[in-house]
C-alpha cells in the first residue's frame, strides 16, 4: 500500500494559522522530495513549497513567502507545512505529493494524496 494521506485543514479567520500534515504510508518519505500544491475553485493547480530529501533544502511560491513553513520529521513519515498569517486567497484545497527529481524539488508530481481543505474567511 502507497499512500500520502493530507490533515489539518479548516475553517480559520484572515491572520490565522493553521499546520497541514502529510503522512505517508507504505513507503519512506526519505528519499523523496515533497510537494505542497493547491487548488483553489476555477483556478489553476499551484504550487506552494517544497523540500528536498537530500539536504532538506525549500522552496516557496512568492505569494507565502516569510507567511508558511515546510518541514519534515523523517522518523514519523510526514511533512508539514505551517501556515501563519492566513489570508482569503490562500484558500483552496491542499495536496501534498511526492515529486521525481533525484531527491530535489525538479520533474513531476508522482504520488498524490486526497487533500485537506483550507478557508480563510472572516
Known amino acids: 500500500q502507497v499512500q500520502l494521506v493530507e490533515s489539518g485543514g479548516g475553517l480559520v479567520q484572515p491572520g490565522g494559522s493553521l499546520r497541514l500534515s502529510c503522512a505517508a504510508s507504505?513507503?519512506?518519505?526519505?528519499?523523496?522530495?515533497i510537494g505542497w500544491v493547491r487548488q483553489a475553485p476555477g483556478k489553476e493547480r499551484e504550487g506552494v513549497s517544497c523540500?528536498?530529501?537530500?539536504?532538506?533544502?525549500?522552496d516557496y511560491t512568492d505569494s507565502v513567502k516569510g507567511r508558511f513553513t515546510i518541514s519534515r520529521d523523517n522518523a514519523k513519515n510526514t511533512v508539514y507545512l505551517q501556515m501563519n498569517s492566513l489570508k482569503p486567497e490562500d484558500t483552496a484545497v491542499y495536496y501534498c505529493?511526492?515529486?521525481?527529481?533525484?531527491?530535489?524539488?525538479?520533474?513531476?508530481?508522482?504520488?498524490w494524496g486526497q487533500g485537506t481543505q483550507v478557508t480563510v474567511s472572516s
Open positions: 507504505g513507503f519512506t518519505l526519505d528519499y523523496y522530495a
Open positions: 505529493s511526492t515529486l521525481q527529481g533525484g531527491g530535489y524539488c525538479l520533474g513531476q508530481y508522482d504520488y
Open positions: 523540500i528536498s530529501s537530500s539536504d532538506d533544502s525549500t
